[in-house]
């Protein structure tokens, strides 16, 4: 894989930025991570690393069925083995009897109804992994097996599997006059699969009981404020005696750390008295944690004879597996965006989530979004196949723009440069054709050593516009709490946004030296000691979280400066830091900043909170987001038509980020997703039979290598800064995993001539007559 970051260009409305020599250190500096020889050496700390005196070991009996009510748990042989020191099951949770991080539906342990393969029903603490799970092993569970609802279709008539029914949410949108036709119609049925975040690191944790009978837990968590107040629930104590310490995270594309893993461990720490640690296997961690949710899709396109949109009519249909997790909002994100960056002046929607005995569904990033791209941008080859129209003008014809209205009638009020990104793209240099290469150069679909024939392979070129949201949506409180302290020339930043491999510790630094010239930036460990600043999601702390730095940063600022405007009878305003020296406006008066602060110690707190937005009414309509981010991706792959082997040779990205805040870091996000996206889009599904998954590893589950990963060329950057947003910075990785699907879909259609609607492609899909 290689990145063009040479080509790449970043432009500003309404002109382009002349180059301009990159900063070492501050915004638009590509700062390197605090953090980045450790983990390339091998010594960064995670959670699998840690340790404690006297510790034991737990493991966690999961059932083997998707859906069976459970007779009888017999745990007296499990108890009775030597190094044995707990057992416990759902009657020896001493508070709440479920949870949910956002829909309180899940118990922390099955104990009469099982509703989807790998659910936990007990936990078992001991010396010895091993021992541990033997016990578990040990524990006899009668089952009377169910038969299992797998086909979301299935769920609206099948007796309710949950005492809460089958039917999550329910979304009609109504945008428009129904009764208007277009003179061409398309129609088209797509599904989306199962993708799984499979982060490179397994969940793993460690609690240690406190002697105020409280506990400690030392785990991987995205969002460590609510994962406090969930297990303090269960664990039947007030918050302020559960701590959560943020760990090493080693990959988190959604919600790091399921219940299953850190409850137990919790519970079995105040059950012994002793250290607990819970290292999970990969396939605990295929089961245990939220995948994308698998999607059906049906979709009609209504134009005008000139390739205008007329209307749109869709019904969508997410299987949000056992339980509602962020079911909601994914299907908010899907129906709000079912029509993408396109102008519709009618559109009828309908959403549901509905419950299965599925793996349970979650948050990913793009989630919603990215099910919706692959059909819209279907619908939208298909129009352009049948009106005689080049797929990326038919697509100029209809781009969004801001002060357009959206489906759910929110006006577009951020920066929406989408023909800009799509031109971008469109007429940017195509990769060479295999002639143009030497044989032996050239790597053919199915790899160096595939049975692909040359002549038997065809090349094609795809587009896809998608976007995704910034921040919480639908009335969600966004807000991140933030303090600075200088002391003896180094700043230090205290804030509970976890650091992800997003950047966020990076940006954070970067502030402080914009703000204050202090080169020596450091960022404290992550616990729930400190104020929240909500979930790793949707892009939000650059946004709050980097706000809410800057804010504190500045008022630290202030401190530093009053004394010295006092003395010279000016305005802080009149004073500037730059590269480590504060100088007045007139030039008169200069000192170094490490001077100023002399024998100083400032501190700061500050929030930072967006502009609320409102739940979608009952006809889908509301400002339900805070902001948009815009992506536009060209797609080349070859495709062995005999074998319907698939290559993406190039995948060509332009993108609206705002501002671009680190060079390097950004690049490295688009990349990511766009990887990421690749995967969805050629190998990557969870495949189940009647529930069960099916080789829950990471050799049946296929993830993209090295060799899989395309030539990613980011042609061009737009830096249209979003006048609300700080730094008018948006979100970053989201938007490319959103969009590269849709673009390999479209890429192989145009290779084939088959109607491509089904993510993962099947070779199948991709088989064509050779003439």
């Known amino acids: 894989m ?53 510790l034991l070991w737990a493991a966690v009996l999961r059932s083997p069925h998707a859906h069976a009510r459970i007779i009888s748990i017999d745990t007296a042989a499990a108890s009775e083995m030597p190094g044995v020191r707990a057992v416990i099951t759902q009657a020896d949770v001493p508070g709440s009897a479920t949870h949910g991080r956002r829909v309180n539906d899940r118990p922390v342990f099955a104990s009469e109804m099982v509703r989807h393969h790998g659910e936990p029903i007990a ?62 119609v398309v129609e088209g049925l797509y599904r989306v699969g199962r993708q799984d975040p499979a982060p490179i ?109 007329v209307k749109v009519e869709a019904q969508i249909l997410m299987d949000a597996g056992a339980y509602a997790d962020d079911s909601r909002e994914s299907l908010a994100a899907a129906v709000a965006f079912a029509c993408g960056p396109y102008v519709v002046p009618h ?54 723009a801001t002060g357009d209205l959206l489906p759910t009638g929110q006006s577009v009020t951020c920066p929406a440069p989408v023909a800009e990104l799509l031109r971008s793209v469109r007429d940017c240099e195509l990769p060479g054709l295999p002639k143009d290469t030497p044989e032996e150069d050239w790597l053919l679909p199915g790899g160096p050593e595939g049975a692909g024939e040359p002549a038997a392979v065809r090349r094609g070129v795809g587009y896809a516009l998608g976007m995704v949201h910034m921040l919480g949506a639908e009335g969600a409180d966004e807000v991140s709490t933030a303090t600075v302290k200088v002391h003896d020339g180094v700043a230090t930043v205290m804030c509970a946004a976890v650091e992800t491999g997003q950047g966020f510790s990076t ?66 305003e009149l004073l500037s830091i730059a590269d480590g020296k504060i100088t007045s406006y007139d030039g008169a008066f200069t000192t170094t900043v490490a001077e100023a602060m002399a024998g100083k110690e400032l501190w700061a707190t500050a929030q930072c909170r967006p502009h609320p937005t409102e739940p979608l009414d009952g006809e889908g309509q509301g400002d339900a987001f805070v902001g948009l981010a815009f992506c536009a991706i060209r797609a080349v792959v070859d495709v062995d038509v005999e074998l319907g082997a698939v290559r993406v040779v190039e995948m060509a990205v332009a993108q609206d ?25 050629l190998t990557e599904n969870l495949r189940t039979a009647r529930g069960v998954v099916r080789h829950p590893d990471l050799t049946g589950y296929a993830l993209p290598t090295t060799l899989d990963a395309p030539d990613i060329r980011i042609v061009n950057l737009v830096e249209e800064r979003d006048v609300v947003a700080p730094f008018g910075a948006k979100a970053a990785s989201a938007v490319p995993v959103v969009t590269s699907p849709a673009a390999v879909a479209a890429a192989v259609r145009a290779a084939t001539g088959r109607p491509v609607n089904r993510l993962p492609i099947r070779p199948q899909a991709a088989v064509t007559p050779v003439s």
């Open 201 to 309: 690191g397994a969940e793993a944790g460690l609690a240690v009981p406190r002697p105020d009978g409280g506990v400690e837990i030392y785990l991987a968590s995205t969002d460590p404020h609510t994962d406090r107040d969930l297990a303090a629930a269960c664990f039947g104590l007030e918050p302020d005696r559960v701590k959560i310490v943020v760990t090493g995270v080693p990959g988190a594309l959604g919600d790091r750390e399921d219940a299953g893993f850190q409850l137990p461990l919790g519970l079995l720490a105040l059950r012994t008295g002793c250290p607990v640690k819970l290292a999970a296997t990969r396939e605990e961690s295929f089961l245990g944690h939220a995948h994308r949710h698998p999607t059906l899709l049906r979709y009609r396109h209504h134009a005008d004879t000139d390739g205008r949109l």
């Open 507 to 572: 940006l954070a630094r970067q502030i402080v030296q914009q703000v204050l010239g202090i080169e020596d930036v450091q960022v404290a460990p992550v616990d729930t000691d400190q104020p929240p600043a909500g979930p790793t999601t949707h892009g939000r702390h650059t946004w709050v979280s980097g706000g809410a730095v800057e804010r504190a940063a500045k008022m630290v600022r202030t401190q530093l400066l009053q004394p010295l405007a006092h003395k010279f009878g000016m305005s802080t």
């Open 347 to 400: 559109a009828f929607v309908e959403g549901w989530a509905v419950r299965t005995n599925n793996p349970p569904s979650g948050h990913l990033r793009g989630e919603g979004a990215m099910q919706v791209c692959a059909a819209y941008e279907g619908q939208m080859d298909k129009l352009a196949n049948k009106l005689g129209l080049d797929p990326a003008e038919l697509r100029m014809r209809n781009v969004l």
């Open 657 to 681: 980020v705002g501002r671009v805040l680190n060079p390097r870091q950004l690049a490295a996000r688009i990349e990511a997703g766009v990887t990421q996206g690749v995967g969805a889009a």
């Open 2 to 54: 290689s990145n063009d970051v040479a080509t790449a260009t970043a432009t500003s409305d309404p002109a382009r930025s002349a180059p301009t020599e990159e900063p070492t250190h501050g915004l638009g500096a590509s700062l390197q991570p605090a953090d980045a020889r450790a983990k390339a050496e091998g010594t960064f700390p995670y959670a699998a690393d840690l340790w404690a005196e006297g």
């Open 123 to 184: 936990a078992v603490a001991a010396d010895h992994p091993d021992t541990a799970r033997l016990a578990a092993a040990a524990i006899v569970v009668e089952y009377e097996l169910l038969d299992p609802i797998t086909d979301p279709e299935r769920a609206f008539s099948a007796p309710p599997l949950h005492p809460d029914g089958n039917l999550i949410r329910h979304i009609p949108l109504r945008y428009g006059d129904p009764e208007v036709t277009g003179e061409v």
